[in-house]
């Protein structure tokens, strides 16, 4: 029973009860602490606002930012936190991002506002959204990548293992930009593209960073995280590197969140797609004004 | 009826199926509830928010 407890666990990083514990007592920070979410919705919109398109069902996931409505005739809001999608600009359901309750072919958009790096399964997350968008419908997500508060993370490290001697699990894995391109092609998107934007924050100080962390209910919701608080003298340690490192001249710290943004289109018959290998009816050689030659070794295709 | 301002989305009633199982759901207006029958659960709406969270539905008796 504990193995097969153990074995669940290693497939499931992330305690999900304890994530939607924490968005749940976040909502009553927001939106001050909120302005991550807030910013990252403005982006989002703006991406929006670059497609020539308009959206009749619109889904956001996460999405938190009252002054940010959807522009789409139907738009619906979904929270992990019961609490949160009350708090929604329009009509809401409370959700868990692994188990979508959303009709195969129904929705003409999919958002989610930093909602997806907290998923243990984001290869079946994005599945259930390609399934659950009508042909040609568009996918756009942002999330928080590998490289979000690295500073900060190397700090902790660094203090933890010069007084403790050894390091404990306390900070949670993250998705990289170069695996999300491949996931998305995976998951059955037509014209995939994932790319990252990042996004500086300056602070008093490293615990002040921390502080708006445990606001905004992003600290860590790793099943084997260490669960007791940090010993005193590796906060103090890590505050010291940190302030060390990354102070500017008016003595504020910086901090950057990496934002990974991921687009893609469900299949819809008039998209463009690549051509078939061997179809083209004019030689490269032709159009480029050169004369073709043979690789030393290669076939000529027939 | 009471319950017009809470009342839930009929587009969004239209588009939400069954988390677990993807079948349709069976709308219960008295009991502000949304089933389903396949997962045998019945999932709260409260303030006209549908709490599609398995952890939060209740489970159905055999005679339901």
């Known amino acids: ?302 | 009826m009471t319950l017009e301002k809470d009342d839930i989305d009929p587009k969004l009633l239209e588009i939400l199926v069954c988390p677990l199982t993807k079948s349709t759901l069976r709308y219960d207006r008295a009991n502000q509830e949304l089933i389903s029958d396949d997962a045998g659960l019945a999932f709260p709406i409260r303030d006209g928010v549908p709490i599609m969270l398995v952890d939060e539905a209740r489970r159905l008796d055999a005679q339901e």
Not at chain 1, 22 to 42: I, K, T, Y
Not at chain 1, 58 to 74: I, K, M, Q, S, V
Not at chain 1, 185 to 199: K, L
Not at chain 1, 285 to 293: I, N, P
Request: neutral net charge; aromatic residues 6%.
């Open chain 1, 1 to 302: 029973m504990q193995a097969a407890m153990n074995e669940n666990k290693s497939l499931s990083p992330f305690n999900r009860s304890l994530v939607k514990m924490r968005r749940a007592r976040a909502a009553q920070n927001m939106p001050q602490a909120g302005f991550l979410h807030q910013e990252v919705a403005a982006r989002l919109l703006e991406r929006l606002d670059d497609i020539n398109r308009s959206f009749d069902t619109a889904f956001a996931l996460g999405w938190d930012a009252a002054e940010h409505p959807l522009p789409a005739e139907h738009a619906f809001y979904a929270d992990l936190a019961a609490n949160r999608a009350q708090a929604m600009p329009g009509p809401a359901v409370a959700c868990d991002e692994e188990v979508l309750p959303i009709a195969e072919n129904s929705l003409s958009l999919l958002l989610s506002n930093l909602s997806l790096h907290w998923v243990n399964d984001l290869p079946g997350t994005l599945i259930q959204i390609n399934r659950a968008l009508k042909p040609d419908g568009f996918f756009l997500a942002a999330m928080l990548g590998g490289e979000t508060l690295s500073d900060l993370r190397r700090a902790l490290l660094d203090a933890e293992l010069a007084i403790c001697g050894g390091v404990r699990p306390r900070l949670s894995p993250m998705a990289e930009v170069r695996d999300l391109g491949g996931l998305l092609q995976r998951a059955g998107f037509a014209m995939p593209v994932a790319d990252a934007e990042t996004i500086p924050v300056s602070y008093a100080d490293p615990l002040a960073l921390m502080r708006d962390l445990r606001a905004m209910g992003e600290t860590n919701a790793v099943h084997d995280r260490q669960k007791t608080m940090w010993r005193r003298d590796v906060l103090l340690e890590a505050c010291r590197l940190y302030c060390d490192r990354h102070s500017n001249a008016e003595g504020r710290i910086l901090a950057h969140f990496q934002v990974l943004f991921l687009t893609g289109w469900a299949p819809g018959p008039n998209q463009p797609r690549p051509k078939q290998p061997g179809s083209a009816k004019a030689r490269l050689a032709d159009a480029l004004g050169t004369k073709e030659m043979q690789v030393k070794g290669s076939r000529r295709p027939d």
